[in-house]
């Protein structure tokens, strides 16, 4: 089994509401295909999830504004999740989508649906959602943190995060030409966002991968424009960041 995360950056352009990026996610299926393993895919929301999110004042307290907002995020990322669930499909890879929405709720977590369909062959999809943090709050769960929920469970062979990125640099390598990549890490680096992410961005995606490893299994971030360098996982070519 292997956990994959498709991040909002490489999936949609992040700065243009509800723009899917359909080449790049397509190339990624095609990759992932041919490992001929058993999947869980997880998906970001990028510009399907943040920008609205933001507008609505999410993650927040109950009030009618953050109840509509939760309606408009949820309705977008489901969107998004057929666009995705559709290519897999086409390309042979028949999936169920799995809202997290549905399995949280509160400290309440129940993930048993997934073995079931796992258990069937159907390839869970699943996506960073807005859910209930309590009956009060409403919350946004991160499809990196699902990553490690779920790692948690099925102990994958190993997780891969798909981003726009090669890796994780010194530095943002979007905003300085020197940044160096770092194939695994043990110095500190520096984080920048440039999107607004309600989630946490990079910073928040390494403290998961971290998390990962303490279960004893290896994460890759890989870049989602050559997704074929999964192939390379566990061999020396591999371009890439690893914890
Ligand atoms: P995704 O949407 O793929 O889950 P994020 O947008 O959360 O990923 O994180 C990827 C982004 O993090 C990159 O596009 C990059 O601009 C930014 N970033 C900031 N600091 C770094 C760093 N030190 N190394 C790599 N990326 C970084
Ligand atoms: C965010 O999920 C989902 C919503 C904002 C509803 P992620 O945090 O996993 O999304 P990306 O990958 O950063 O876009």
């Known amino acids: 089994m ?4 498709l991040g909002g950056s490489i999936i949609t352009e992040k700065s243009r509401y509800k723009s899917f990026n359909k080449n790049n996610t397509l190339n990624i299926v095609k990759q992932l295909k041919k490992l001929n393993s058993k999947l869980i895919i997880v998906h970001g929301g990028g510009s399907f999830g943040h920008i609205k999110s933001k507008e609505y004042n999410l993650p927040g307290p109950v009030n009618n ?4 907002g939760m309606s408009i995020v949820h309705n977008d990322m489901t969107e998004l999740n057929l666009n995705i669930s559709r290519i897999f499909n086409d390309n042979g890879m028949h999936n169920i989508s799995i809202p997290p929405s549905s399995c949280i709720f509160g400290g309440n977590k129940n993930y ?3 073995s079931k369909y796992s258990d069937m062959n159907l390839i869970p999809v699943t996506f960073g959602d807005v859910y209930m943090k309590d009956e009060k709050n409403i919350g946004i769960y991160s499809g990196d943190n699902l990553v490690y929920d779920l790692s948690r469970i099925f102990k ?4 891969v995060f798909f981003s726009d990125v090669d890796g994780i640099y010194d530095k943002n390598p979007k905003k300085y030409k020197d940044a160096k990549l770092l194939n695994s890490i043990s110095d500190s680096f520096q984080f920048e966002n440039i999107v607004d992410d309600v989630t946490g961005g990079i910073m928040n995606k390494y403290n998961i991968m971290k998390k990962i490893s303490s279960l004893g299994i290896k994460s890759y971030i890989i870049n989602g424009l050559f997704p074929e360098r999964i192939m390379d996982i566990g061999s020396s070519e591999f371009i890439g960041t690893v914890i």
Not at 2 to 5: E, F, H, N, P, Q
Not at 65 to 68: G, H, V
């Open 2 to 5: 292997i956990i994959v995360k």
């Open 112 to 114: 048993d649906i997934f």
């Open 65 to 68: 504004k953050t109840l509509e």
């Open 156 to 159: 994958p062979d190993y997780t």
